[in-house]
Nanobody
Framework: QVQLVESGGGLVQPGGSLRLSCAPS????????MGWYRQAPGKDRELVAR?????????ADSVKGRFTISRENAKNTVYLHLQMDSLKAEDTAVYYC?????????WGQGTQVTVSS
């Protein structure tokens, strides 16, 4: 069983920055697909950025050039980060960490990001 714990959300002014982190409980490695999704009120959950099983990273068009996804190798696991710069009001959402292990999807509980003046 994989558990994902997100951290780093909060309230920030437009143009500001935040860094989200995702800490798996274990059993997640660099070959596992991992990514960040978000869900704004009244909208469907959408991809923000991800590392696929193979190939290049994927970014939503709305965050390209502003957000950067990265991985940090640790003992027996991989941490996932999302650096968010030049934040806009439309980035306000609950952000979820996701990974796939043995053909099963796992999600974190989500962390709220609010961009407002």
């Amino acid at each position: 069983q994989v558990q994902l714990v997100e951290s780093g959300g909060g309230l920030v002014q437009p143009g500001g920055s935040l860094r989200l982190s995702c800490a798996p409980s274990g059993g997640v490695f660099s070959f596992n697909a991992m990514g960040w999704y978000r869900q704004a009120p009244g909208k469907d959950r959408e991809l923000v950025a991800r590392f696929p099983t193979s190939g290049n990273t994927n970014y939503a068009d709305s965050v390209k050039g502003r957000f950067t996804i990265s991985r940090e190798n640790a003992k027996n696991t991989v941490y996932l980060h999302l650096q968010m710069d030049s934040l806009k009001a439309e980035d306000t959402a609950v952000y979820y960490c996701n990974t796939w292990v043995a053909l099963e999807a796992y999600w974190g509980q989500g962390t709220q990001v609010t961009v407002s003046s």
